[in-house]
């Protein structure tokens, strides 16, 4: 985990650390069997390809966890992940990495504590966005 990120380090517009992750059929044989979700699409290639997909295809709930994560890395042990919200617009596949990415768009403190609102979205190797969202999450001061 990075170092603690701290409210007074933060400006609208100060981009997320980016987050890489390069999703395997195994993760998502995996997530499967952790998520109860045996969709076919996700781990049998002729399934995927006869339903018109380029491949496998990533679960839409794994991608929201990484945007999850994406958000925890960066409010740190000292702060707290409020609410996620993901929309899913593209297809991810295994084999190729994915990257969480993310900007400030608003700061505030509000009953006593230090609020950071951000735009987030995962994207493929190549830059196009797959999986927009929004995250809010609660940074410590620097004391």
């Known amino acids: 985990m990075a170092e603690q990120i701290y409210f007074e380090d933060v400006e609208e517009g100060s981009e997320i650390p ?5 999703p395997t059929t195994q993760q998502l044989v995996k997530y499967a069997g952790a998520s109860g979700d045996y969709y076919q699409i996700h781990y ?3 399934f995927a390809l006869n339903n018109n997909l380029p491949d496998v295809i990533l ?3 794994l991608k929201n ?3 999850g994560q994406l958000m925890t890395d960066f409010a740190g042990l000292g702060g707290e ?5 993901v929309q899913y617009r593209a297809m991810d596949v295994p084999g190729t990495p994915v990257f969480g990415k993310g900007t400030v768009k608003k700061k505030y403190v509000q009953d006593g504590e230090n609020f950071v609102e951000c735009e987030i979205w995962l994207e493929t190797h190549e830059g196009k966005t797959t999986t927009p969202g ?3 999450a609660t940074l410590p001061n620097r004391e």
């Open 18 to 22: 980016i987050l890489r992750k390069d």
């Open 44 to 46: 049998d290639k002729g």
């Open 59 to 61: 679960h839409g709930a």
């Open 65 to 67: 966890a990484f945007l």
């Open 81 to 85: 992940l409020k609410k996620l919200s």
């Open 134 to 136: 929004y995250g809010i």
